[in-house]
T-cell receptor, first 116, second 112 residues
Framework: DSGVTQTPKHLITATGQRVTLRCSPR?????VYWYQQSLDQGLQFLIQ???????AKGNILERFSAQQFPDLHSELNLSSLELGDSALYFC???????????????FGPGTRLTVT | GENVEQHPSTLSVQEGDSAVIKCTYS??????FPWYKQELGKRPQLIID?????GEKKDQRIAVTLNKTAKHFSLHITETQPEDSAVYFC???????????FGTGTRLKVLA
């Protein structure tokens, strides 16, 4: 167990709908990262937050948005869902205490999203 | 933009043999290189990492080497076991950017 939690584990919804995925980082970790992993594909970096602020953006669609709250948990919002959005969505956290250093990322168990 | 190439995409070895997976990064400022193992349907798990001030790091049967000049790093697994079968991802990160760029993954099969 990495200490990173994600809910829900599974989500089935229809095209056009909106869902929210939730992530709680490890205790003491300030950074949260979101990744998308489609079937048999690699990890696509979506977005990263540090202590409540957006710090880096990857290949995140405009239909997707995220935020990190004062208690450091994060939510990823996916709207106007399409069949191609079906994937595993992972959250990861790290300490990232200073911009001059990197710390290990620890991944949550993921949320499997199925869009029908 | 930043890119990490990973080879091979699939690798089959006999149990007890060694396996080597190679990654090449594009951003010369990258200075942190983790490797993750992902079993089917599970989360990626950090197995070893290396920073740019070190050329090699070992942890039991696993080792990582880094060649900063050539901008590539490799994962070496010795005495492979069936439980080593998984998808392995390399990544590169640059201080100050907060981004981790992942390779496309290598599916390792260890044949008993």
């Amino acid at each position: 167990d990495s200490g990173v939690t994600q809910t829900p584990k599974h989500l089935i919804t229809a095209t056009g709908q909106r869902v929210t995925l939730r992530c709680s980082p490890r205790s003491g970790d300030l950074s949260v990262y979101w990744y998308q992993q489609s079937l048999d594909q690699g990890l696509q970096f979506l977005i990263q937050y540090y202590n409540g602020e957006e710090r880096a953006k990857g290949n995140i669609l405009e239909r997707f948005s995220a935020q990190q709250f004062p208690d450091l948990h994060s939510e990823l919002n996916l709207s106007s869902l399409e069949l191609g959005d079906s994937a595993l969505y992972f959250c990861a956290s790290s300490r990232s205490g200073r911009a001059s250093s990197q710390y290990e990322q620890y991944f949550g168990p993921g949320t499997r999203l199925t869009v029908t | 933009g930043e890119n990490v190439e990973q080879h091979p995409s699939t690798l089959s070895v006999q149990e007890g043999d060694s396996a080597v997976i190679k990654c090449t990064y594009s951003d010369s400022a990258s200075n942190y290189f983790p490797w993750y193992k992902q079993e089917l349907g599970k989360r990626p798990q950090l197995i070893i990492d290396i920073r740019s001030n070190v050329g090699e790091k070992k942890d039991q049967r696993i080792a990582v080497t880094l060649n900063k000049t050539a901008k590539h790093f490799s994962l070496h697994i010795t005495e492979t076991q069936p439980e080593d079968s998984a998808v392995y991802f390399c990544a590169a990160s640059t201080s100050g950017t907060y981004k981790y760029i992942f390779g496309t993954g290598t599916r390792l099969k260890v044949l008993a």
